[in-house]
């Protein structure tokens, strides 16, 4: 009997990684972390590689891309922009007719100048659909996915803020962290003029 329950454990745990490693190789590696923000208005993604942009462009209508991406950044772990590949994008998306490209390039915790870039872009409704992405799509393009869902789209902070993770918790947009007390003190440009 004891054999049996060690048997399952194991089988439930090696079908567990083996859907957690293909979820991951396909979410990563080939979608690129594209996720749906607010459907035919906002997508999110890591990069997506020059040769490919054409064809996400066209699947979802996307009119402008905002890359929250800059060369020579210290932090190489969680911004390791390679200039090469920011004008390999460029001219990428120079080449897709009536695309837009913004390249407004942010740390992990946005400055209220890369705001007010944002701000500018997202008011214009002309440039939607809209697809924000950083390097890995997971912290940046999370951030700004969170911040227009709150000022777009009436979204609370924590909730915005919860919706980056699966689990927030341990994260960095957990309370107690850098982008997660961003997040859960952010005051919407509404509440700010309301002032």
């Known amino acids: 009997m004891k054999k049996r329950i060690i048997k399952i454990v194991v089988a439930v745990l090696v079908i567990g990684a083996i859907f ?16 749906v923000i607010s459907e035919g208005k906002v997508y999110k993604s890591g990069v997506i590689p020059p040769e490919k942009l054409a064809e996400f462009v066209k699947e979802h209508k996307i009119k402008s891309i905002i890359d929250l991406r800059f060369p ?20 990428a998306a120079s080449k897709i007719e009536g695309l837009n490209y913004f390249n407004l390039g942010s740390d992990q915790v946005p400055k209220p100048e890369n705001l007010e870039y944002f701000f500018k872009i997202m008011d214009n409704k002309a440039n939607y659909p809209v697809l924000i992405h950083c390097f890995h799509g997971v912290g940046r393009a999370e951030m700004y996915s969170a911040i227009y869902r709150i000022e777009y789209e ?4 924590d909730d915005a803020r919860k919706e980056t993770r699966f689990l927030t918790k341990f994260s960095s947009f ?22």
């Open 20 to 35: 957690w490693a293909k979820s991951f190789f396909y979410d990563y590696k080939m979608n690129h972390n594209f996720k």
């Open 72 to 91: 020579g950044t210290a932090d190489l772990v969680n911004n390791p922009e390679i200039p090469t590949e920011l004008i390999a994008e460029k001219e």
């Open 154 to 157: 009436n979204w609370g902070r």
């Open 174 to 195: 957990d309370l107690g962290k850098p982008k997660g007390d961003f997040l859960h003190s952010y005051v919407k440009r509404k509440e700010k003029t309301a002032k």
